[in-house]
């Protein structure tokens, strides 16, 4: 579970660091994309809800984990998103994850 606690209605990322439980009815978008970083690339995960953005990464103590809960918890369709998002290398292949409102990304960026 790395840094991450599920439960039924929320989930912490660091509950030591940051006490703060994202309730699941609370996030409104999660969009990911690679970070180029000149020899590698970074998965990133950004948690949009109303008061707060919240990132994570793959390098996260227990990304795999966060990802299968979102998959499951939000009904993710491209349950294969972390990986469709590596290819190709060093593109930034934005993505959106989740969005509460089924806005696509473009309808989405209009918004913010």
Request: proline share 3%.
């Amino acid at each position: 579970e790395g840094i991450f606690e599920f439960y039924s209605d929320g989930f912490y990322i660091d509950k030591l660091k940051n006490p703060e439980l994202i309730n699941w009815k609370n996030i409104k978008s999660i969009i990911a994309y690679k970070k180029d970083l000149l020899t590698t690339d970074l998965i990133v995960a950004e948690i949009f809800t109303d008061e707060k953005v919240y990132n994570v990464n793959e390098e996260t103590p227990g990304w795999f984990y966060f990802v299968d809960q979102i998959n499951k918890t939000l009904n993710i369709k491209d349950k294969n998103w972390n990986i469709n998002i590596t290819q190709p290398a060093f593109a930034t292949n934005l993505t959106l994850i989740y969005d509460s409102e089924n806005r696509t990304l473009e309808e989405l960026a209009k918004e913010k």
